[in-house]
């Protein structure tokens, strides 16, 4: 069964610095989200993205962030100076379409820990 | 005001039993879905089931199945002969048709499953 893939599972990285992290969507899938889960809280939409340009992006979102599809498979999250408060879960998820009736495909997560 | 409210942030249920996870959502549009998710301890997101807003019968897969009373704004997630595996964070979610992009997740409910 096709699955949404994430790397690296864990992320250790200094505040300040530049982190990248990959995801590979569900191959056919055109709509590509990542989301973001402090610890102990909900999960929370960051950014959603489809045909190479952000489609909507939520107030956590700021200059700091930013998403690239750099090709044919990958998706990637680049928060270019870490802060302590980045330090949260991060799921990549994919969709085949959009509407209420299509689910979207998570990832496994990259936990991220800013020091 | 909260889109997705679950009311139970803890739960203990003995083994074999059936457990009832409450959700209520609110939203003004008329075409939405909802969804639950499981989420163990290693932190991946699991898909459990949907239900979508114009659905007829309630949603089954296997040993869950989600309890949607449209009319009170409830999505309640049964899992029917509990399991030890079945102790994780459970998360209640919704996409509505005007939101196209994003899934608003509730703050969870916390099961533990008792041998």
């Known amino acids: 069964e096709p699955e949404v893939t994430q790397t690296p599972s864990h992320q250790v990285t200094q505040m300040g610095q530049e982190v990248i992290l990959r995801c590979v969507p569900i191959s056919n899938h055109l709509y590509f989200y990542w989301y973001r889960q402090i610890l102990g809280q909900k999960v929370e939409f960051l950014v959603s993205?489809?045909?190479?340009?952000?489609?909507?992006k939520s107030e956590i979102f700021d200059d700091q962030f930013s998403v690239e599809r750099p090709d044919g498979s990958n998706f990637t999250l680049k928060i270019r100076s870490t802060k302590l408060e980045d330090s949260a879960m991060y799921f990549c998820?994919?969709?085949?379409?959009?509407?209420?009736?299509?689910?979207?495909?998570f990832g496994p997560g990259t936990r991220l820990t800013v020091l | 005001a909260q889109k997705i409210t679950q009311t139970q942030p803890g739960m203990f249920v003995q083994e074999k039993e059936a457990v009832t996870l409450d959700c209520t959502y609110d939203t003004s549009d008329q075409s939405y879905g909802l969804f639950w998710y499981k989420q163990p301890s290693s932190g991946e997101m699991i898909f459990l089931i949907y239900?979508?807003?114009?659905?007829?019968q309630n949603a089954t897969e296997g040993r869950y199945s989600l309890n949607f009373q449209k009319a009170r704004k409830s999505a309640n997630l049964v899992i029917s002969a509990s399991q030890l595996g079945d102790s994780a964070m459970y998360f209640c979610a919704m996409r509505e048709a005007e939101e196209d992009d994003k899934i608003i997740f509730g703050k969870g409910t916390r099961l533990h499953i008792l041998p």
């Open positions: 239900q979508g807003s114009y659905d007829e």
């Open positions: 998820a994919s969709s085949e379409g959009l509407g209420p009736y299509n689910e979207q495909f």
């Open positions: 993205f489809y045909n190479n340009e952000i489609s909507e």
